[in-house]
């Protein structure tokens, strides 16, 4: 984010005069009655009818009893009987001009520049929540679906959505997660943030994927040539198949989609996966009767069933 420009650059302590304080371009209207303070000293005139519209907590703060509200009830005295050199009371903010200069433009409806980050968007959004401020924390949730933050993080929309009860967000971020590994140590962090219950629903959907996955691979309607007992070859109709090389298989799978509960890398003719030792092992399995020869198992067939049950798997969290 570019740094936010000022109408004098220079110190901005408290006590000097307003027109050497350092005020922010973008908000520094002499109609505004209500001055905010940043950490880093710079002043945001705005309008104590903006804040107390669309805030919660100014709202509240406006009409508290005395002493609180002898800052409005002096800044309401118009403009016109000040001189330049008079002060509004400063409202010290103990946020940076970053968050609040952007969170400022959401209230005030200026143009916000694009977020750079979600480490931007979501300093933004706790403050925006802090100060009960629904029309910007409505415009944020928006840009969480943009495609640019739909992908970057997954597990940190979810922990968003899940924290705003947003349920429709919580669905969408679920099945992002699914590419992602939930037991490597990276993602502890914003694990550990998570409700307990919100976790919970997250691991059962992987474990789901899992387990329902392992239920079709077993299917001997689904792969009768390796689930079958006994199955003959399709070809000499006499031998017996050995089905080592499909439960070999299919336990490469099962350990693959744990560890990649999308299941994107299997079933397929190319690729990582297809050049298992097990999968090269399994298609290469012959029937052993002298003459025969024939293959235990159509790969075509075979991996184009694999994605269809890939297919069947449940893909977001459940209500």
Same mark, same amino acid.
């Given at each position: 984010?570019?740094?936010?420009?000022?109408?004098?650059?220079?110190?901005?302590?408290?006590? $000097?005069?307003?027109?050497?304080?350092?005020?922010?371009?973008?908000?520094?209207?002499?109609?505004?009655?209500?001055?905010?303070?940043?950490?880093?000293?710079?002043?945001?005139?705005?309008?104590?009818?903006?804040?107390?519209?669309?805030?919660?907590?100014?709202?509240?703060?406006?009409?508290?009893?005395?002493?609180?509200?002898?800052?409005?009830?002096?800044?309401?005295? &118009?403009?016109?009987?000040?001189?330049?050199?008079?002060?509004?009371?400063?409202?010290?903010?103990?946020?940076?001009? =970053?968050?609040?200069?952007?969170?400022?433009?959401?209230?005030? &409806?200026?143009?916000?520049?694009?977020?750079?980050?979600?480490?931007?968007?979501?300093?933004?959004?706790?403050?925006?929540?802090?100060?009960?401020?629904?029309?910007?924390?409505?415009?944020?949730?928006?840009?969480?679906?943009?495609?640019? =933050?739909?992908?970057?993080?997954?597990?940190?929309?979810?922990?968003? !959505?899940?924290?705003?009860?947003?349920?429709?967000?919580?669905?969408?971020?679920?099945?992002?997660?699914?590419?992602?590994?939930?037991?490597?140590?990276?993602?502890?962090?914003?694990?550990?943030?998570?409700?307990?219950?919100?976790?919970?629903?997250?691991?059962?959907?992987?474990?789901?994927?899992?387990?329902? =996955?392992?239920?079709?691979?077993?299917?001997?309607?689904?792969?009768?040539?390796?689930?079958?007992?006994?199955?003959?070859?399709?070809?000499? &109709?006499?031998?017996?198949?050995?089905?080592?090389?499909?439960?070999?298989?299919?336990? $490469?799978?099962?350990?693959?989609?744990?560890?990649?509960?999308?299941?994107?890398?299997?079933?397929?003719?190319?690729?990582?996966?297809?050049?298992?030792?097990? !999968?090269? !092992?399994?298609?290469? !399995?012959?029937?052993?009767?002298?003459?025969?020869?024939?293959?235990?198992?159509?790969?075509?067939?075979?991996?184009?069933?694999?994605?269809?049950?890939?297919?069947?798997?449940?893909?977001?969290?459940?209500?």
């Amino acid at each position: 984010m570019a740094a936010p420009s000022y109408s004098k650059a220079v110190p901005s302590s408290a006590s $000097a005069p307003a027109r050497l304080r350092r005020f922010h371009s973008c908000f520094n209207s002499l109609d505004a009655d209500i001055t905010l303070r940043s950490l880093e000293g710079t002043l945001y005139r705005v309008h104590s009818y903006t804040l107390r519209t669309t805030s919660g907590l100014f709202h509240t703060m406006f009409n508290l009893p005395q002493p609180l509200n002898k800052i409005e009830n002096k800044v309401r005295g &118009g403009r016109g009987q000040r001189g330049e050199e008079d002060e509004l009371e400063e409202i010290p903010i103990y946020e940076p001009d =970053f968050i609040l200069e952007r969170l400022l433009r959401l209230i005030c &409806g200026l143009p916000i520049p694009p977020w750079e980050s979600y480490d931007v968007l979501e300093r933004v959004l706790t403050v925006a929540e802090k100060w009960d401020t629904p029309g910007p924390v409505t415009i944020i949730r928006a840009a969480l679906t943009s495609p640019r =933050f739909l992908d970057s993080d997954s597990l940190r929309l979810y922990a968003i !959505a899940k924290h705003f009860e947003w349920e429709e967000e919580a669905k969408i971020a679920s099945r992002l997660t699914l590419k992602l590994n939930l037991h490597d140590a990276s993602h502890a962090r914003v694990l550990e943030g998570l409700a307990a219950r919100d976790l919970l629903s997250l691991l059962n959907l992987h474990r789901r994927r899992r387990d329902k =996955f392992k239920e079709l691979l077993d299917s001997p309607e689904r792969f009768a040539a390796g689930n079958s007992t006994p199955y003959h070859c399709s070809r000499c &109709g006499v031998t017996q198949l050995d089905n080592y090389t499909w439960r070999e298989l299919k336990n $490469a799978m099962f350990l693959e989609i744990d560890r990649r509960p999308l299941g994107d890398t299997l079933g397929l003719v190319v690729g990582d996966t297809a050049e298992w030792p097990e !999968a090269k !092992a399994c298609w290469a !399995a012959k029937c052993k009767m002298e003459g025969c020869g024939g293959l235990n198992y159509d790969r075509v067939a075979t991996l184009r069933q694999i994605r269809n049950c890939v297919d069947l798997l449940p893909s977001t969290i459940e209500d």
